[in-house]
Nanobody, 123 residues
Framework: QVQLMESGGGSVQPGGSLRLSCAVNGVTSSPYCMGWFRQAPGKEREGVAGIDSVGGTSYAASVKGRFTILKGDAKRNLFLQMNSLKPEDTAIYYC?????????????????WGQGTQVTVSS
């Protein structure tokens, strides 16, 4: 059974940084896709960044150059380094995993999700 748990959210001023972590249990095979997603109040969940089992990455245009997705060596951890944060980055952030040969950051392509962690960017 796959389990994911996010941590590292919090409140930060514009221009600040946060590092989100996702502890993943139950990943036993490849290829797989892992990703970070976010959902702001009143908006649909959107893809932020994704990484495949060989380390290929993809990013939403709104975060490219500011966010970095990283994968732990043992397939048990996923990270999102967020720099130069903006108020519009405020949302609940989720990590997710799916087994697939081709990875996207479309939320509907993922079956397994964590519970989410709140990120608030405000002065």
């Amino acid at each position: 059974q796959v389990q994911l748990m996010e941590s590292g959210g919090g409140s930060v001023q514009p221009g600040g940084s946060l590092r989100l972590s996702c502890a993943v249990n139950g990943v036993t095979s490849s290829p797989y896709c892992m990703g970070w997603f976010r959902q702001a109040p009143g908006k649909e969940r959107e893809g932020v960044a994704g990484i495949d089992s060989v380390g290929g990455t993809s990013y939403a245009a709104s975060v490219k150059g500011r966010f970095t997705i990283l994968k732990g060596d043992a397939k048990r951890n996923l990270f999102l380094q967020m720099n130069s944060l903006k108020p519009e980055d405020t949302a609940i952030y989720y990590c997710a995993i799916e087994w697939a040969n081709y990875c996207t950051i479309i939320p509907g392509a993922f079956r397994y999700w964590g519970q989410g962690t709140q990120v608030t960017v405000s002065s």
